[in-house]
């Protein structure tokens, strides 16, 4: 990034004696702010253009030309420094044209008490503290002095360590992923996919983190932190040896850039520029080297949580433009985590090698010491799930999910030799964690699903008790509402709507669908037929569908099945072009869950709140879909936007789960979201020279490769290699176990 030219121009005699010269520069610093742009700052500024500036009686002509010289010699940032000082002086020169342009208010808490720069800023470009000027009421700097006194600070230090002291480091990780990652970025188009948890979610370190058996946290970026009085504010203290893998050092102001980042319309992400938009994080403030604030919007239950964001590297993004996709496509930022993904290990099409950092700042930290223990991970493509399997038998894959019944039983059952001579493991992990989100998402805005009756028919005409018994022997429960999983916050009655063939057929009539074809799929009036498309990025839940397309027929339905590959599907579900989506959102580990990303308007059309309704409540029409967000159904209810701000603004953990109640109901109503199941384990297979903590098995975790305990050792891996060879078993019991600690009674 090109660096600031220096604010502490100094003011000679000659300049404050001279009147002519005075105004001039006045004028200089007014005609470049309002027509000259630096070359460097993309985003469009706002206009402070003023034709005509009010001078000194008797000042005299100014030569304009003059001042556009001085401005080019000089640069913006002189002539805004030289307006400031004038201001501050005695001269009686009216500087009235200063204020209409806005310098004062953008310069509050940016500039020291002398003018300059702050020092913490000192290494911003033009185009940032531009940002942070327009926004002084949400970026702040403050002296250590103003902290608050007698602040709780916490450290973690109650909190006791869940990986193994036993672990080793060292070897490769060998796992798989189905589709090639389409870009090394985390964030914007195409960059949610599966490989994005290897670099950001399960390695990047956040300010603080949620401890996993408990409901603490411990540090991550933060050595400690502390909640304000009024709740909302949380305080950190930085790590001083936290620094990025090209051996920067992390600041404070990183965490100033990451909401400038976040809130850019060039990385077109459009939930990540409203989430962390001003309206939920409120103010970021900077008090020294190593101690921020940063203040959400309400003061919440789990707070501290909430606020814990990730530091974005600065100095690693030159500008932010036009350009961001292609520039950062396969340019991955440095990270604050263990692995690296580095250009030359990338194998397009076939693998992406992440590898350990040696001098990891983290590597001996208390809740980091013994995890992310392989030297490298690579992740490799094997589109299809059963041929991963094969591979993972043979020793090419260390770890394999065996979370559907056909690989737990049948594929892998406790008699297979490899498990009956110990060279595999089969787990069963249970866990508190609110389950996944397995669900058919339908988009309520596009035909037939426009009709209400259309989709609670489409409910009904859906048999996912016969999946639950066929395909899942029992093993899975259905899922009832949005917000399973949230203890007191789900709803305690809501049940999903059960397969019925008479309730699918009397609601299709209401809808003008009254006859069946020659086929036996239901016709209207118009001829048309009632045929939907089923996208999915699944394809080892394709046996699933199957099931339920044969079901939907009995009901008149034709469902047509649109497998396609992972990055693809969600491609089609973010640009909003499916009608239906077999899909699963993790769900966040938090007190209560979230209903504004997948269920608000704002998140379904660009217009903005009431604006998109009419005055009875419906829909405006020639509306213009609002892509790449998490509102998948197209949900567009003004009451249900109106409870999700009251919502989203509550405080009370009471009134909170009375108004989480009422939303899964009215979601519910509007029958957009079909429920699948729901499972309180994670079942995995694993060769034994992957090793776990004893009694492992947290109690709240989205995968068992989210926090990063276990590691290879490479002398059993040797071991049971020549043991598989010799054909001879290396144990006297077969190798299935069971971490049942928060299993649910």
Excluded at 72 to 82: L, S, V
Excluded at 568 to 574: G, I, P, S, T
Excluded at 619 to 625: A, E, I, V, Y
Aim: hydrophobic letters at 35%.
């Amino acid at each position: 990034m090109r660096p600031l030219i220096p604010r502490n121009f100094p003011l000679t005699n000659n300049m404050k004696k001279s009147p002519h010269l005075h105004i001039s520069l006045i004028i200089t610093a007014c005609i470049f702010l309002s027509s000259c742009d630096s070359p460097k700052l993309k985003p469009p500024r706002e206009d402070s253009s003023h034709e005509n500036q009010e001078t000194t009686e008797g000042a005299g002509k100014v030569d304009r030309e003059f001042a556009r010289e001085l401005a080019r010699e000089f640069g913006r940032e002189f002539a805004i420094e030289f307006a400031r000082q004038m201001k501050d002086s005695s001269n009686p020169i009216n500087l009235g044209f200063v204020k209409d342009i806005n310098v004062t208010k953008s310069m509050e808490g940016i500039l020291g008490g002398d003018g300059k720069v702050h020092p913490l800023l000192a290494h911003c470009s033009e185009d940032v503290l531009e940002f942070y000027h327009k926004h002084p009421d949400c970026f702040s700097i403050s002296s250590i002095d103003n902290l608050p006194q007698n602040l709780n600070w916490q450290d973690g230090s109650e909190e006791h360590e869940f990986a193994s002291p036993k672990a080793k480091k060292g070897g490769t990780w060998e796992v798989f992923m189905r589709d090639f990652p389409r870009t090394l970025r985390t964030i914007g188009p195409d960059a949610n996919g599966a490989f994005r948890s290897y670099l950001l979610d399960y390695n990047v370190i956040s300010l603080v983190h949620a401890h996993p058996n408990s409901d603490g946290y411990y540090p991550g970026l933060a050595k400690s932190w502390a909640v304000g009085r009024d709740g909302k504010t949380v305080y950190f203290r930085l790590d001083p040896q936290a620094k990025y893998s090209d051996g920067e050092k992390v600041k404070v102001s990183d965490f100033f850039f990451f909401f400038y980042f976040m809130r850019s319309k060039h990385i077109q992400a459009p939930w990540y520029n409203d989430f962390y938009g001003k309206d939920k994080f409120e103010k970021v403030t900077l008090y020294d080297e190593e101690t921020l604030s940063i203040t959400f919007y309400k003061a919440k239950p789990d707070v501290v949580e909430r606020v814990s964001i990730r530091a974005k590297p600065e100095h690693f993004y030159e500008e932010l433009d036009g350009e961001f996709l292609s520039k950062y496509q396969w340019n991955p930022e440095p990270t604050t985590g263990a692995y690296v993904a580095l250009p030359e290990n990338v194998d397009k099409g076939k693998s992406v090698t992440l590898v350990r950092q040696k001098d990891w700042w983290a590597d001996e930290k208390r809740f980091f010491r013994y995890r992310f223990n392989p030297d490298k991970i690579k992740v490799s493509v094997v589109r299809d799930y059963n041929k991963a399997f094969e591979i993972f038998l043979k020793g090419g894959v260390d770890m394999f999910g065996l979370a559907k019944t056909e690989f737990w039983y049948d594929k892998l059952p406790d008699t297979h030799k490899l498990v009956q001579n110990g060279y595999l493991s089969k787990v069963t992990f249970f866990n508190q964690t609110p389950p996944p989100s397995y669900a058919l998402r339908i988009n309520s805005q596009k035909p037939p699903f426009d009709n209400l009756n259309i989709r609670i028919g489409f409910h009904h005409a859906m048999n996912f008790d016969m999946v639950l018994e066929k395909i899942f022997r029992g093993d899975f429960v259905r899922m009832n509402t949005v917000a399973d999983g949230y203890g007191a916050r789900s709803h305690p009655t809501l049940k999903a709507r059960k397969f019925s063939i008479e309730k699918a057929l009397e609601h299709f009539a209401k809808a003008d669908f009254k006859e069946r074809g020659g086929d036996g799929i239901l016709v209207n009036s118009k001829g048309e037929r009632l045929s939907i498309e089923l996208l999915t990025g699944y394809r080892h839940f394709e046996d699933v569908l199957v099931v339920l397309k044969e079901q939907a027929k009995k009901a008149g339905l034709e469902l047509k099945l649109k497998v396609l590959e992972p990055t693809a599907a969600w491609k089609a579900a973010n640009e909003k072009n499916h009608q239906v989506i077999f899909s699963a959102f993790n769900s966040f580990v938090e007190l209560f869950p979230r209903f504004w990303e997948p269920y608000h308007s704002d998140n379904a059309y660009q217009e903005v709140g009431d604006s998109k309704f009419e005055e009875d409540g419906s829909l405006k029409p020639n509306l213009t879909t609002k892509v790449s967000t998490n509102n998948f159904t197209q949900t567009a209810v003004r009451e249900i936007d109106h409870l999700i701000n009251k919502y989203r603004n509550e405080e009370d953990l009471g009134k909170i789960t009375k108004m989480a109640h009422q939303l899964s109901q009215m979601i519910h109503d509007h029958a957009v979201w079909v429920p699948a199941w729901k499972k309180p384990w994670l079942r995995i297979g694993h060769w034994n020279w992957v090793k776990f903590p004893e009694d492992w098995g947290p109690k709240e975790t989205r995968d068992y490769e989210e926090f990063q305990v276990f590691w290879i050792d490479e002398v059993e891996k040797d071991k049971i290699l020549k043991a598989m060879d010799a054909g001879v078993s290396v144990t006297e019991q077969p190798t299935v176990v069971i971490y049942d600690n928060y299993k649910n009674n």
